[in-house]
């Protein structure tokens, strides 16, 4: 096979996929998650379950792909996000997110419940997903690192930590707010873009440095943070 056909071998495939998680979605949107089957969504592609297995082995690759692929996304629009303030690159990122998600909003909802089940492949807390949320993290540096206004290099890995914490707290508060267009959401958005710009000044304190890292501490395995595994001890970092 030349390279010529092996490009379009490849292409025809993406398609494929494509088309199949597209399909998967719309299913998980009509009947609910739990009631689709692999077979209902090959049915739906107008192909045999044989193919389909070959492309995806179960439901929750499908929901893996979606994720990684809004990953993907984000990853690329963090890489052109103009130099601005971190406050409003926080700001930036977690409603380019939302846009990103808007289209499956529906579908999101009906996975509503597996996002929350940490044993669930496809679950957001996952080991399934611990991938996407180093990478997640990762992108967070990035964005406190081109900001104008960045802080001490030292306080942005733990920063890292906290903001991807509130973007995926803000995710799932979009997924249950029914208000109309999200408003809720948005609001609340405003409200930490603002909140953090209060708080910028603060962050070279050593009682904040120190509450942050003893948050991070404890959080931050969930959240991506490859650089502790252990939980700290009780009272290890409280004041005495």
């Known amino acids: 096979m030349n390279e010529k056909q092996e490009g379009e071998r490849t292409r025809k495939g993406d398609l494929t996929r494509q088309r199949i998680l597209e399909s998967a979605l719309l299913l998980f949107e009509s009947k609910g998650y ?3 089957t692999m077979r209902d969504i090959a049915a739906a592609v107008g192909s045999s379950p044989g193919l389909t297995y070959r492309y995806f082995r179960s439901k929750e690759e499908l ?14 629009y963090a890489h052109e996000l103009a130099p601005g303030s971190l ?3 926080f700001h930036a990122m977690v409603a380019r997110q939302l846009e990103l998600m808007a289209p499956h909003r529906a579908a999101l909802s009906a996975l509503f419940g597996v996002t929350l089940n940490s044993r669930s492949n496809a679950g957001v807390f996952s080991e399934g997903t611990a991938d996407i949320r180093r990478r997640g993290r990762k992108t967070y540096l990035e964005i406190i690192l081109g900001a104008k206004d960045a802080p001490k290099k030292s306080q942005c890995e733990d920063l890292a930590t906290v903001l991807y914490g ?25 409200f930490l873009r603002d909140l953090l710009k209060l708080m910028q000044p603060l962050l070279w304190l050593p009682p904040v440095r120190q509450t942050l890292a003893r948050l991070v501490a404890i959080l931050g395995p969930i959240l991506g943070d490859g650089r502790l595994t252990m939980l700290p001890a009780e009272g290890v970092h409280d004041n005495p």
């Open 34 to 36: 739990e009631e689709t």
């Open 63 to 76: 929901v893996l792909e979606l994720y990684h692929n809004l990953c993907a996304q984000l990853e690329a």
């Open 87 to 89: 406050p409003e690159r």
């Open 166 to 190: 509130m973007h995926l707290a803000m995710v799932l508060f979009w997924l249950i707010d029914e208000s109309k267009q999200a408003g809720r959401t948005h609001l609340l958005l405003a």
